[in-house]
C-alpha cells in the first residue's frame, strides 16, 4: 500500500521552530519529487518546498526562502521540512505530496493526511 505519512506539527510560539517529517512506504524506486504544501483556513494550498530523490536541487516558494529548508533522507525514506523562525502566517495544515516533478498541487499523485502547524504571535 503506497503511503506519505507526515509528523512533526504542533502548537509553537512566534520566532520558534519546528521539523516536520515526511515517512514514504510502498512506492517503487523510481525517480519522484516530494514536496511540501500547505493550507491555512479559507486559503488554496500552497506549495511550500520540493526536493527531488535524484539530485540535491530543492526548491522553496520567496515566503519561506531562508526560513524552512527541506532535506531528504533515501535510506529512511523521509523527506523533511525543517522550519525556523515561524511566523503566525505559517500557521496551516502543512501536507506531503508525491509527484514526478516540483510544481503546483495538481500535479502531485499521492498526498499524506495532513499535520497541523499553529505559531502563536
Known amino acids: 500500500q503506497m503511503q506519505l505519512v507526515e509528523s512533526g506539527g504542533g502548537l509553537v510560539q512566534s520566532g520558534g521552530s519546528l521539523t516536520l517529517s515526511c515517512i514514504a512506504s510502498?512506492?517503487?524506486?523510481?525517480?519522484?519529487?516530494i514536496g511540501w504544501f500547505r493550507q491555512a483556513p479559507g486559503k488554496e494550498r500552497e506549495g511550500v518546498s520540493c526536493?527531488?530523490?535524484?539530485?540535491?536541487?530543492?526548491f522553496h516558494t520567496d515566503s519561506v526562502k531562508g526560513r524552512f529548508t527541506i532535506s531528504r533522507d533515501n535510506a529512511k525514506n523521509t523527506v523533511y521540512l525543517k522550519m525556523n523562525n515561524l511566523k503566525p502566517e505559517d500557521t496551516a495544515v502543512y501536507y506531503c505530496?508525491?509527484?514526478?516533478?516540483?510544481?503546483?498541487?495538481?500535479?502531485?499523485?499521492?498526498w499524506g493526511k495532513g499535520t497541523l502547524v499553529f505559531v502563536s504571535a
Open positions: 505530496a508525491r509527484g514526478n516533478f516540483c510544481s503546483g498541487p495538481s500535479t502531485m499523485n499521492y
Open positions: 510502498g512506492f517503487t524506486s523510481d525517480a519522484f519529487v
Open positions: 526536493v527531488s530523490n535524484y539530485d540535491d536541487n530543492t
